[in-house]
């Protein structure tokens, strides 16, 4: 417990070394966490993915291992993801891994359609994700999959029980598209009767995010329905800055290499994998270091596209608003122990 409040603190404090950077140095950030593609591999066909490959090479154990504690040397949280994560048979040896780094929080995110095979990842987690954009057939559309989403909804049931035992947060991500926007209220309502952490994001094709949404009245009420609920205090981990910046497409300053994306080829991108200006291979470095010197850029990264994928969003919004980043910071620590 006192491990995790310190690496806890070290994060906060990257984050506070950010918002100086960003603020008064006129600086580029550095990374506060990472999302870790084990593998591009996965058995849905999401319509929005722009992760999946079912050619790319994966990493063997040792070298995911050497990985990890590269990373670990700058980065002290991570979501392991993919593709879909539990098609690696040695997805438990990677968590295992994870935690023996002390890395914290750890999230995997995972469509669920594995996880029965698995259930030993619930030992080495904080934060158990997945998507779930509609209750409905449609999500069986979205996903690519007939009958998948029966199998989620079932999934999500049953291992949201188990958070408190295995001590993880569960949390559900719903991406809204001009197909889905009627069924998102439904999805928080059953995140919410399911114990469950809701998260927002918004799709995006080919880098293009559906502009055209908030000529929609009903897409505009379903936002400012989200927007109500997040100042209720329900269990959203959107920041409310984020959900008022979605709803009417505010332009934002993005510092995507807040939470850089590292590839299952060991690759990381700057600044962020839709607009790479440059690329370098982590395993061919000593030390994380001399990967971040490597793409350091001393010139302020200006983005021409504004996609809103609230990963590289969120945090970035934050960081222009400290005050607000300290409020979510507290009330996500205060669900984290509520559970753990
Ligand atoms: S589950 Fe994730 S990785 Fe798989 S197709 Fe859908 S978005 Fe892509
Ligand atoms: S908004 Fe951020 S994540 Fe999106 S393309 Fe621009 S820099 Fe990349």
Known sequence: ??????????????????????????????????????????????????????????????????????????????????????????????????????????????????????LDVLNYINMLSTSLDSLNSKNDTIIGVKGATELIIRNIKKYSKLQKQKKFIMNINCVISKDNFDDVLDVARFAFANDCLLSIGIVVNNGIPQKELINNEKYIKVMDELIKLKKKRYPISNSLKYLKTIRDFKSFRCHPFLIPRILSNGLIGYPCNLQIQKTTNILDHESFKDVLAELENNHYFECSKSCYLGCYAMPSILIESPMVMIKEFMAFTAKIRSKT
């Open 1 to 118: 417990m006192i491990e995790h409040r310190n690496v806890f603190l070290s994060l906060f404090k990257k984050y506070i070394q950010n918002v100086l950077r960003v603020n008064f140095l006129k600086r580029n950030v550095t990374p506060i966490s990472c999302a870790l593609y084990v593998t591009r591999k996965c058995n849905f066909k999401c319509s929005y993915c722009i992760v999946r490959d079912n050619r790319e090479y994966n990493l063997s154990l040792n070298e995911t291992k050497r990985l990890l504690g590269l990373i670990r040397e700058e980065i002290p949280s991570i979501t392991i993801t993919g593709g879909e994560p539990l098609l690696r048979r040695d997805i438990v040896e990677i968590l295992r891994e994870a935690e023996r780094l002390r890395f914290y929080p750890i999230s995997l995110f995972t469509n669920l359609s594995l996880i029965d095979r698995k």
